[in-house]
């Protein structure tokens, strides 16, 4: 099936390479920087320069500048109903880009308050965009020139997203400057690849997708070339273009007696010499979408193998850690997957999961059931003595409710009794709640009425300082995995799930909801901070 749909992408570029540009070549132009709801783009912005290098070369554009939500789409349509007859589509966006994890908009000039309910109404989709122009493989580049002043809120990130890009499209981000120069200066020049091209990018502009280094995006009218330039040749050039096995095996289905079958054979016989690339090659095959690779991150990190972000995107720490997996399987994968191993480690994944929640009930039985023993030896009697060597044990406990409960009493018998001046100074130390606050209170009342209270508190807030460090990293480690709302509510909810009452499920992490976070992290073995780590959130979500 993967090699037909390549062959779908040769007979295009084929199609696309052995025509000269005709007027029916289309674009779509859209920049925009004068907002209401947004600060104002500054800078060199004149898309009108990106119109007329368009133009030149033959393209008819579809354009428009500081477009509303209306005009966005109407314009966008008007060029997806041109693409079908086009033979190469050129797509520049400029202007406020926002994102979430599954796709990107450009916001409209009148977009107002965009969260992930309402960007749809005031953004066009980059991803539909994508789509759009996958239907002109190896002959479609969209280009992305987005602000670093966008505002996002309500679920929403500034910027683009990695997207998934469809195959045969390239994809250009950067500074709206460095794109026009581009234009201008030899990407729509006939008989450049994009990859020389891009070789002299300017700064900041970046590159993904389909990068073809031998064909020319627009083919020369005058070959000056030595090679032929015939259909043979051209479907060669594409097969190389995509550099795979089956890819090369497909000229030599197509040509078996071709000029360059010789030649072919040698290079199918260098890629299979090279398993490494060969293994790149398959994994790109499984055209893995970004929630997929997600999964396999989750598995990777349920099984032990740390892959340093839980993200979609497979960087170097993905890759040790799928290498690192496969070698505990005996396979030497250099950290690329083939569809059998991606569905092996979904389920290892799964029957490690099963095995880490037996763990992890057993495990929380037996703490229970010290909890409640400890419990009826210090704290049930009611003694205040009983009741705090029960919180410095169980400070989540079972009966830690309680037993602040019965503490508040004494409290409130000692102000009772002791005089003003002292229960006023208490309660300013109360409110300052620090270490040097209660040493300073035990140094004017060394024998005063909250000198138990004052001990107490400042061995549990010495305690928490010692663990500062790890919580520093643990708070800003939250941040980035949960740090939505809609995150939020779903800890929450599964917190709830398994019974450990985190309080109101509204998206807001209170104390109930870190109490609870702490003793779902104690019986499976994470560090017990009350903030939800990646390792959290992974062994949350698995959790049954």
Same mark, same amino acid.
């Given at each position: 099936m993967m090699l037909k749909l390549k062959q779908v992408a040769l007979a295009g570029a084929l199609g696309i390479?052995?025509?000269p540009v005709l007027a029916k070549d289309v674009a779509l132009v859209i920049g925009n920087r004068d907002y209401k709801d947004q600060p104002r783009i500054r800078g060199y912005y004149f898309t009108q320069d990106g119109v007329q290098a368009l133009k030149q070369a033959g393209f008819r554009v579809f354009a428009g500048e500081d477009l509303n939500r209306s005009e966005q789409i109407i314009l966008a349509s008007k060029f997806y109903a041109a693409i079908d007859q086009a033979d190469r589509v050129v797509v520049l966006l400029g202007g406020h880009v926002v994102s979430?994890?599954?796709? *990107?908009?450009?916001?409209? *000039?009148? /977009?107002?308050?965009?969260n992930i309910f309402t960007v749809g109404q005031f953004g066009l989709s980059i991803? /539909? !965009?994508?789509?759009? @122009?996958?239907?002109?493989?190896?002959?479609? !580049?969209?280009? !992305?020139?987005? *602000?670093?002043s966008a505002k996002a809120r309500g679920g929403l990130k500034a910027g683009?997203?990695?997207l998934e890009i469809p195959q045969g499209v390239t994809v250009i981000k950067g500074p709206m400057t460095g794109l026009l120069q581009l234009l201008s200066g030899g990407l729509l020049e006939p008989g450049k690849s994009v990859a020389s091209v891009l070789q002299h990018a300017p700064r900041g502009v970046t590159a993904g997708g389909f990068i073809a280094k031998h064909i020319p995006f627009i083919s020369a009218s005058d070959q000056t070339s030595?090679?032929?330039q015939d259909a043979e040749y051209l479907y060669l050039e594409a097969v190389r273009e995509i550099g795979t096995v089956p890819a090369l095996e497909s000229y030599l289905n197509r040509y078996p007696n071709g000029r360059y079958?010789? @030649?072919?054979?040698?290079? !199918?016989?260098?890629?299979?010499?090279?398993?490494?690339l060969q293994a790149k090659a398959n994994e790109a095959n499984l055209k893995l979408t970004r929630e997929q690779r997600r999964q396999i991150q989750r598995n990777l990190s349920i099984l032990g193998f740390n892959p340093h972000g839980i993200?979609?995107?497979?960087g170097r720490g993905s890759r040790a850690a799928i290498a690192a997996w496969q070698k505990s399987r005996g396979i030497n994968g250099y950290g690329y997957l083939t569809g059998n191993q991606v569905s092996a480690l979904q389920a290892a994944a799964d029957v490690r999961s099963r095995e880490l929640e037996e763990e992890a009930r057993k495990r929380q039985e037996e703490q229970d059931r010290l909890d409640a023993s400890y419990w009826r030896r210090t704290g049930r009697d009611g003694t205040e003595e009983g009741l705090r060597a029960y919180l410095k044990r169980y400070p989540d406990g079972l009966y830690s409710d309680i037993a602040?409960?019965?503490?508040?009493?004494f409290d409130e018998a000692r102000r009772a009794e002791a005089a003003a001046a002292e229960r006023d100074y208490w309660d300013g130390v109360r409110s300052e709640d620090t270490v040097e606050a209660y040493n300073r209170y035990l140094r004017v009342y060394p024998r005063g009425v909250f000198a138990a209270d004052a001990r107490a508190r400042r061995a549990e807030l010495q305690g928490n300082t010692q663990n500062d460090e790890q919580i520093r990293r643990a708070k800003a480690e939250e941040a980035r995995v949960a740090g939505n709302g809609i995150v939020r509510l779903l800890v929450e909810q599964k917190l709830q799930e398994l019974g450990l009452k985190p309080g109101r499920v509204d998206g807001k992490f209170d104390d109930k909801t870190r109490r609870a976070v702490r003793k779902f992290q104690r019986t499976r073995k994470i560090p017990v901070t009350g903030y939800v780590t990646q390792q959290t959130i992974v062994r949350l979500l698995a959790a049954r």
């Open positions: 390479l052995a025509m979430n994890d599954r796709d *990107s908009w450009l916001l409209a *000039s009148d /977009a107002r308050n965009a991803g /539909a !965009i994508l789509d759009a @122009a996958g239907q002109k493989p190896c002959g479609a !580049i969209v280009m !992305i020139g987005q *602000s670093d683009m997203d990695d030595d090679q032929p079958t010789r @030649a072919v054979r040698q290079e !199918i016989r260098d890629l299979q010499a090279q398993p490494e993200d979609g995107v497979f602040h409960q019965r503490l508040e009493r």
